[in-house]
């Protein structure tokens, strides 16, 4: 495996915590170290008319004294490094993603508002990190769909037939491998289709279910077929399903180890990094880790 770190955003809070647990055990199913970073924001940085004789003492930090607390007796254990940093933490973290295999934060911190889903430091870096992001959520998101068909271990990830990503697809099937977990693969077809007759007017077509769901699922089956062969062990479980998406994401994340969903490319007229509705929905409303993975850079 990559030697880069798995890297664990902490900041004092109980989701730091969970954000923290979650990259250690990645950590050491990957091999790889893990680094535990915290940066403080000091406000009177960026105020002008405040005087600072001199920058932060980062002697003792406490959110990285409770990290380390908190790691003390683990049944297994990693190389560990504890990182303490200062500045704004929506552009700082995003920047740590280009030597990291992977980013790990909690839905939200110690700031903002308690009734946030995601705070603004994991959309910063779900956004702009060069790295797959991944958000644990609060435990108790409630969310409307059956449960598994069968127990076990499972990921989940999006699948769009008609743009699939490398980059998402083989990130799912490494940590189904890893997991030894079942990967469950949404191909969400739009349903019921309709065009336009007239001004103000919408006509179904006349097209059967049935065809379009068999058609999403063989093209799905055959943009799967190279991961199935890379990683013959993986079972792979396909879902041909009407409707938004987002919503079959969210519905199959219930009792999922993790939902991975990919970031849109930068477009010609368009340069900024987004995420895109898909993914966005998805990292305020899944019930399990969410990992956003970067697109793959384009072959030249």
């Known amino acids: 495996m990559s030697t880069l770190p798995v890297i664990a955003a902490v900041d004092g809070s109980d989701d730091g915590l969970r954000a923290l647990d ?3 055990g990645t950590a050491h199913r990957r091999e790889a170290p893990l680094r535990v970073v915290h940066v403080r924001q000091y406000a009177a940085w960026a105020q002008t008319d405040v005087l600072v004789a001199g920058p932060p003492d980062t002697a003792e930090d406490p959110a990285l004294d409770q990290a ?10 990693v190389p560990t490094e504890y990182v303490g940093m200062e500045g704004v933490p929506g552009a700082l973290l995003p920047e740590l993603g280009a030597d990291a295999q992977l980013l790990v934060l909690g839905s939200r911190g110690r700031g903002g508002f308690a009734g946030l889903l995601l705070g603004s430091n994991g959309m910063a870096a779900a ?4 790295c797959p992001v991944v958000v644990v959520p609060r ?3 409630e969310v409307h769909g059956e449960a598994p068909d069968e127990p076990g271990p499972r990921v989940v990830v999006g699948l769009h037939v008609d743009s699939p990503d490398e980059a998402t697809l083989s990130f799912a099937f490494t940590e189904a491998e890893l997991r030894g977990a079942r990967l469950q693969v949404v191909a969400a077809y739009p349903w019921p289709v309709q065009t336009w007759a007239a001004a103000g007017q919408m006509m179904p077509l006349v097209i059967d279910e049935v065809s379009v769901e068999s ?3 063989v093209l799905a089956d055959g943009l799967l077929a190279p991961y199935r062969g890379r990683h013959p062990d993986v079972r792979v479980d396909t879902h041909a399903l009407p409707g938004d998406a987002a919503g079959n994401l969210v519905a199959s994340s219930k009792d999922a180890d993790l939902v991975v969903v990919g970031r849109h490319r930068r477009r010609l007229l ?3 990094r987004m995420m895109g509705s898909v993914t ?3 990292l305020l409303h899944a019930a399990a880790p969410i990992a956003v993975v970067p697109p793959a850079p384009p072959q030249e």
């Open 22 to 24: 979650w990259a250690l």
């Open 68 to 77: 380390r607390a908190h790691l003390q007796g683990r049944a297994f254990a």
């Open 127 to 130: 956004r702009d990190a060069e």
């Open 139 to 141: 435990p108790g998101r």
């Open 215 to 217: 058609e999403t699922r």
């Open 270 to 272: 368009a340069p900024a």
């Open 280 to 282: 966005h929905a998805v």
